[in-house]
């Protein structure tokens, strides 16, 4: 019998991030995967509380869920996103890195883990898995046209529609198009900026942003949709290596373990 694939599943702190990456973990199993789903101290301490029947050693649900810190103080504000992507980028690759080399030590050969699935917004964990020697996946939990959005910001630049500095509109409200086949977008709706102040939106922007060189180490990239449903951003896509695998709908599966895991405050504030 050859060796059971062991993949570290990463998702962004935030629960529209978690849910289908943990979704994800199940199908994997289903496939004959070990699965070790990493969540933010913070947030392991409020999914183990929802869902009290998970241990740290959920052999029921053939996921092992573990945490590492997130390099706030347990009372700081989390939806206060400056301090939130700071401490994302600078103090979680420290943690990521000490638990992988733990794992690749300590852990028998057929238990130790082979690939990362990484949330697109957490890339810096591919600099992390590429000197660890781990195959590498990104993971995109919502629409393929966001994540073609983000990918493409470079090429917004050099267009001349937003401003490098901060990801706003040069001109409000203007349409844009990437191909002729994506329907025209408005700027001022790009996922950068859609949150509830322009110095939010900026910090955000250059999180997403800084991304673009950490991303390369990533394989390929796997997104929850499906090609019939944005097929003209799939076509455009294609040679970015991106895998649809969506709808990642856990309320379509018999037996889900829960459907919503904390009351999320999503007011973003910033410093």
Same mark, same amino acid.
């Given at each position: 019998?050859?060796?059971? =694939? ?7 702190? $935030? ?15 289903? #496939? ?10 913070? &947030? #392991? ?33 989390? &939806?206060? !996103? ?30 130790? @883990? ?13 600099? +992390? ?7 590498? $996946?990104?993971?995109?939990? $919502? ?18 529609? !937003? ?15 990437? *191909?002729?086949?994506?329907? @025209?977008?408005? +700027? ?11 110095? *939010? &939106?900026?910090?955000?922007? #250059?999180? +997403? ?5 950490? !991303? ?8 929850? *949709? ?5 097929? @003209? ?6 040679? *970015?290596? !991106?895998?649809?695998?969506? =709808? ?8 889900? =373990? $829960? ?13």
């Amino acid at each position: 019998m050859g060796r059971r =694939p062991h993949a570290l599943l990463l998702p962004y702190p $935030a629960q529209g991030h978690v849910l289908p990456l943990m979704e994800l973990a199940h199908r994997m199993v289903s #496939h004959g995967f070990t699965i070790t789903f990493i969540n933010t101290s913070f &947030n #392991h301490a409020r999914l183990l509380s929802a869902m009290p029947t998970l241990t740290c050693n959920s052999t029921n649900l053939s996921i092992n869920f573990i945490s590492i810190p997130d390099g706030l103080q347990p009372g700081d504000d989390r &939806n206060h !996103i400056a301090n939130l992507c700071k401490a994302l980028t600078t103090i979680m690759p420290l943690h990521l890195e000490e638990l992988i080399i733990k794992m690749m030590h300590e852990q028998p050969e057929h238990d130790k @883990p082979t690939c990362l699935i990484a949330d697109e917004s957490m890339a810096w964990a591919f600099d +992390v898995a590429k000197k660890t020697g781990l195959r590498t $996946a990104a993971f995109w939990p $919502a629409s393929a046209t966001t994540f073609t959005n983000m990918r493409n910001i470079p090429k917004l630049i050099q267009d001349g529609i !937003i401003h490098e500095h901060d990801g706003s509109a040069k001109t409000p409200g203007v349409i844009f198009r990437l *191909s002729h086949g994506i329907p @025209p977008m408005n +700027v001022d709706h790009l996922s950068w900026n859609c949150f509830v102040n322009p110095e *939010s &939106n900026k910090v955000i922007f #250059h999180y +997403v942003y800084s991304n673009r060189e950490s !991303i390369k180490n990533a394989e390929f990239a796997v997104g929850n *949709s499906f090609y019939e449903a944005e097929k @003209p951003v799939f076509d455009y896509l294609n040679s *970015s290596k !991106i895998l649809p695998i969506g =709808p990642l709908l856990s309320g379509r599966r018999f037996g889900k =373990p $829960a459907g919503i895991f904390w009351a999320e405050d999503t007011t973003l504030r910033h410093g």
